[in-house]
């Protein structure tokens, strides 16, 4: 009698959007020494303290560090490092790289596939030294612009980066950077007052969320921007014009990822498949069954998470050689909340072949 082997995969990550409540962790480079309570920290703080009420309702956690100090970049989503331009008009003092340059083998480990680099100076713009109106805290301006590029850049895999203008040290291309590699002096326009605009072709980009022109000039206060066309492997996400109206790009980032979305996802996980199909199980050819499928479903935290907590259920896939099947969606059973297992019918006529088959469970919709 002829018999059909099948093999399973044991833990399978799901990418869910829009489920659980989302969250990242924010390392901010701020070039005071380690420890300062100075108004840029303050101000920075208080702004990612409320960055979630803005149009991507992601919170922050916040951890800032300085000159001397060497943080587990890999534990974090994004490095933000702060604008020479900020330190200017504030008790930060002079702007202060070196422990950022110090760290190059770390910061590359950890890097990712998102980095955003920038002449403009946001936290500038929501860190002014000199008594003015409280901060505005709108999505069409300095504010959602930052939250924007912190989001989208912590909303990758591995570390996102951050760079904001740089100016005053030009970091970026200086021995021990870890973007040396990636631009250099000949990529940098100099100017006065880059007047930054939206390109019409990245205003529907999510990076862009809710932000006009408006917003794009409330951060130009900077007198660096990258030629057109910028450097390789990236795409610019503000424009500009200088006073000598020759074409720049004002803010660049990895033109790969630079239409993914900023907002992070949660990390779902099957913690094993259930009885029968908990081991390798072979079954006759006159089988004509439906093999139930069963697991349990968790967060990142080990929380069994419900269909209330998912846009579209899992589904199963069956592979054979190169050929895959797609059957269900999974359907939750049991009490919700109360050890609910989730299940999926697997007809034996989609495994009618001698060999190894192999299911994993795979995310309901494209969007996670």
């Not at 072709?201 to 409330?218: E, H, K, M, Q």
Request: glycine letters at 10%; a negative charge.
């Amino acid at each position: 009698m002829k018999h059909r082997i099948l093999a399973f995969a044991a833990a399978v990550a799901l990418w869910p959007f829009g489920s659980l409540a989302q969250s990242i962790d924010v390392l901010w480079y701020a070039y005071s020494p380690p420890g300062s309570p100075t108004q840029y920290r303050e101000d920075m703080q208080a702004f990612a303290d409320r960055a979630h009420l803005l149009s991507s309702g992601v919170r922050w956690r916040v951890t800032f560090f300085g000159p001397g100090e060497r943080p587990d970049f890999e534990a974090y989503d994004v490095l933000v490092v702060e604008s020479s331009f900020a330190g200017l008009f504030d008790d930060a003092g002079q702007a202060d790289y070196t422990g950022i340059l110090a760290n190059e083998a770390a910061i590359t480990a950890a890097r990712g596939n998102r980095t955003l680099i920038t002449g403009a100076t946001p936290d500038f713009s929501l860190n002014r030294a000199e008594p003015m109106e409280p901060m505005e805290f709108v999505q069409d301006g300095a504010a959602g612009v930052l939250a924007n590029w912190i989001n989208w850049a912590g909303s990758g895999s591995g570390l996102g980066v951050v760079a904001l203008d740089a100016e005053e040290s030009l970091w970026w291309y200086r021995p021990g950077s870890f973007l040396s590699g990636e631009v250099n002096s000949d990529d940098l326009e100099y100017d006065c007052c880059f007047r930054d605009y939206i390109p019409a072709d990245r205003r529907s980009w999510p990076i862009n969320t809710g932000l006009t022109d408006a917003a794009a000039l409330a951060v130009t206060n900077a007198t660096v921007a990258f030629k057109v066309p910028p450097p390789p492997g990236y795409t610019t996400i503000f424009a500009s014009v200088g006073f000598s109206d020759e074409p720049t790009a004002g803010t660049v980032a990895t033109a790969s990822e630079a239409a993914g979305s900023n907002v992070p996802r949660e990390e779902y996980w099957c913690d094993a498949l259930l009885p029968p199909l908990h081991r390798p199980r072979t079954l006759p050819t006159s089988a004509r069954a439906m093999i139930p499928v069963r697991m349990r479903l968790l967060d990142e935290h080990g929380e069994r998470v419900d269909r209330g907590d998912v846009r579209d259920a899992p589904l199963l896939t069956v592979r054979f050689g190169s050929r895959v099947q797609t059957i269900g969606p999974f359907v939750q059973h049991g009490r919700a909340g109360a050890g609910g297992y989730w299940m999926a019918m697997l007809p034996s006529h989609a495994i009618s072949e001698r060999g190894t088959h192999t299911m994993d469970a795979l995310d309901g919709g494209s969007y996670y």
